[in-house]
């Protein structure tokens, strides 16, 4: 790791990379918030492994397309993204995930696809809520994970200070499980005052690694040097050994033996790769003109001697499609073909491309598979059970896409032409069907209602949301009943944003946003008669219809109940049916401000009928009449829906956060610690009061506080909202 005298050979720019066995890959996730420096990371070593021929630039054929032009950039700065290179003769999958927390749908498809996660914090910005988050997700399953400081170029930065954070935030209960293996080394002072960082000493070889010239080279430290890591080293050493299969090594070394340095990195690769021990790198970008970046050799042989191979990453459960459990060996390429689409998206030269990983079997072009894709129903998406043909297999190069001949169990691949297949479905063979069981996926909490900008995009809209649903499982499209909205229930404004612009830019679709509206309902306060009176005589046949209704209110949650109490035939049996459906119709529409009329008794006690003239639609008209009547006399609530909320917080935001729920007009049900310095508060909370908390709670907590909502019941609203929203339906209307 940085610290083994080894050569290594870099992939040549401009091939695709395949791999022909499980052990020469490793699928890696970067991890950290906007800003730390992850893709500029994930450029760096590709320039380092020889993926690109100069920092930014793609070099094809005698021709140059950008690497990382502005809109190529900004694409990946909000979806996970896959970048692929060689080092020693391993196949590295570099799984580019966004910051925004708006995004973490594609850090959770990064996360399920990777084997090993490499959390990168800036210097300068140090850890953040969201990061700590992540970390403690990682933890639960034992992914390996290891830390990269970037931006050491900062004024104020301090990676010895830096390393001591992240300690604290990552180590847990054992701080000395987060250690450097690295020191980086500070140039002469410029005019500004600053030292720059020119190179790193390796703490247990003691070699000094010189990037100073854009190469990296290897020399002996000067006298003067030494001190200053000798006491990292002895700790590193001593956090090594603790993590040790080998219990009589610390008394060795305890007792003065020197511990042979390469007993020491088996060791630590072992650690590592258990998930037990997470070492701390330093990198930065390469200087115009320089091949290697600083740190980015020591990181590629961490990834490739340190990270675990696919062989050790758990298997996911597998069922049939119809739910009976399936043992699979894990990452046997000759198995059954099990493989996962992790990703969808629409390439505007190639069409729609699936970013697939092969949990078993090998994947070949042109193969036919069996798509399954069940239990996201009420998100938009269907469960289906079809098959397909795959089309090319291909791996990402810049914007471009190279053919590749197959996909081994553990590799990742780019998939051509699934039509059907969408994020998060399996693919198995088509005489072999096969059900991975879904990842963890965030439910979207922040709704935002559309509407087609005109006809010609209302004629597009349906089937441009549904393609816009099939690539993302954290949005969830709603075709609201009550209020007759279109609404895409997002994760934050700027998943908003760029759902918005992906269908106006893929899929040809303007929208405007609308005020969202929320499902309210009607109810009597008070109990009430009514008479509803349908007499017209115009020649011909008639129409006759006397009924008289007493309407009371019944508790929460009985909808609308019916009674005949009609006596000596008053109504005839016939038309009671009628008197009955024409109350139902006129509740559905509402009797006060146009909303749901629920939770009342209606009984029919008297009537009138004609012989000839009564029918049908005459006791409809009457009973809905009747309705109408006893409603404008009586006292009239409009509810709305109230919905339970459970916020899970540190420590230091439950006052804030219970404060902020008090004044949405929220009822606290209590709180309950969760441990690891977080608190859960469960609420009440109108949700009028609602609509934009994803976007405040994450404000409010800095990014730290997650919440859940679901349906409680409708309730009275204040009289004075009340009256607003009637006031606001009479202008609508």
């Not at 021929?53 to 054929?61: F, S």
Request: aromatic share 4%; net charge negative; with cysteine.
């Amino acid at each position: 790791m940085g610290d083994k005298a080894q050569t290594h050979h870099p992939g040549a720019a401009g091939r695709a990379l395949t791999a022909d066995r499980p052990t020469s890959v490793r699928n890696v996730v970067l991890v950290g918030h906007t800003g730390s420096g992850k893709t500029t990371l994930v450029e760096a070593l590709a320039l380092t492994a020889g993926a690109v021929n100069r920092a930014g630039r793609v070099e094809d054929g005698g021709t140059v397309s950008d690497y990382d032009d502005i809109e190529h950039r900004q694409q990946r700065s909000v979806q996970l993204s896959l970048v692929p290179v060689e080092w020693d003769g391993i196949k590295v999958n570099l799984l580019d995930t966004p910051g925004y927390a708006d995004f973490v749908g594609e850090l959770r498809a990064g996360l399920r696809a990777a084997d090993a996660a490499l959390f990168v914090v800036s210097a300068s910005d140090g850890v953040d809520g969201s990061t700590r988050m992540v970390w403690e997700e990682c933890a639960a399953v034992g992914m390996p994970r290891a830390i990269v400081i970037t931006h050491l170029e900062a004024a104020r930065a301090n990676f010895e200070e830096m390393t001591r954070i992240c300690a604290e935030a990552f180590g847990g209960d054992d701080p000395d499980a987060v250690l450097p293996l690295y020191l980086p080394l500070r140039g002469p002072e410029g005019p500004d005052g600053h030292a720059p960082v020119t190179g790193l000493v390796g703490l247990l070889s003691g070699k000094l690694f010189d990037y100073s010239t854009g190469e990296r080279k290897e020399s002996e430290p000067g006298e003067d040097q030494l001190p200053g890591i000798e006491e990292a080293r002895n700790r590193l050493i001593e956090g090594i050994i603790a993590e040790s299969e080998d219990e009589t090594l610390m008394d060795r070394y305890l007792g003065g033996e020197q511990i042979d340095v390469k007993t020491l990195v088996q060791d630590l690769e072992r650690a590592v790769a258990r998930g037990s021990f997470h070492p701390v790198l330093a990198a930065a970008p390469a200087a115009e003109g320089a091949r290697q970046g600083l740190g980015t050799v020591e990181l590629l042989e961490l990834v490739t001697g340190g990270f675990p191979t696919p062989f050790e990453h758990p298997m996911p459960r597998v069922t049939t499609v119809d739910g009976r459990p399936r043992e699979l060996k894990p990452c046997d390429t000759d198995g059954p073909l099990v493989a996962e689409v992790v990703k969808t998206s629409s390439d505007p030269y190639v069409g729609r491309l699936s970013l697939v990983r092969v949990f078993s079997g090998t994947l070949r072009p042109d193969q036919p598979v069996h798509v399954s894709g069940h239990g996201l129903a009420d998100r938009g998406h269907e469960d289906h059970d079809v098959d397909e043909k795959v089309g090319t297999l291909s791996m990402p190069f810049g914007k471009q896409q190279r053919p590749v001949t197959h996909a081994v169990a553990g590799d990742l691949v780019c998939v051509a032409k699934l039509g059907r297949a969408e994020t998060g479905d399996t693919l198995s063979a088509k005489d072999d069907p096969l059900l991975m069981e879904p990842w963890q996926m965030p439910d979207p909490l922040l709704p935002v209602a559309i509407r087609a900008h005109s006809k010609a995009d209302e004629d597009k809209l349906s089937q441009g949301l549904a393609r816009l649903v099939a690539e993302d499982p954290t949005m969830r499209l709603e075709q609201n009943q009550d209020t007759h909205q279109v609404v895409l229930w997002c994760l934050g404004e700027a998943h908003a944003d760029v759902a918005l612009e992906r269908l106006r830019g893929r899929y040809g679709v303007q929208v405007d946003v609308v005020p969202h509206k929320v499902s309210l309902r009607e109810t009597f306060a008070t109990k009430a008669t009514g008479r509803g009176r349908h007499v017209k005589q115009s020649g011909g046949h008639g129409q006759y219809a006397i009924c008289e209704i007493e309407v009371e209110p019944l508790p929460g949650g009985s909808g609308i109940e019916f009674v005949d109490k009609v006596v000596g035939g008053a109504v005839p049996r016939q038309f009671i049916p009628s008197v009955e459906k024409g109350v139902r119709a006129q509740a559905a529409k509402g009797v006060a401000a146009g909303y749901p009329l629920i939770d009342v008794r209606v009984t029919l006690v008297d009537g009138k009928a004609h012989s000839v003239d009564s029918s049908d639609a005459a006791f409809q008209t009457a009973g809905a009449l009747a309705l109408r009547e006893a409603a404008a006399d009586a006292r009239i609530h409009l509810l709305e829906p109230v919905a339970e909320v459970t916020v899970l917080v540190g420590d230091a935001y439950v006052g804030a956060v219970m404060s902020d729920l008090s004044g949405r007009r929220g009822r606290l049900l209590g709180t309950e610690q969760t441990g690891s310095g977080r608190t859960l508060i469960r609420a009440e909370v109108p949700e009028f009061e609602i609509g934009r908390y994803a976007v405040d709670l994450r404000s409010l907590s800095h990014g730290t506080a997650r919440f859940d909502r679901a349906y409680a019941r409708h309730e009275p609203m204040p009289p004075q909202i009340a009256e607003r929203v009637r006031e606001q339906a009479g202008d609508e209307g």
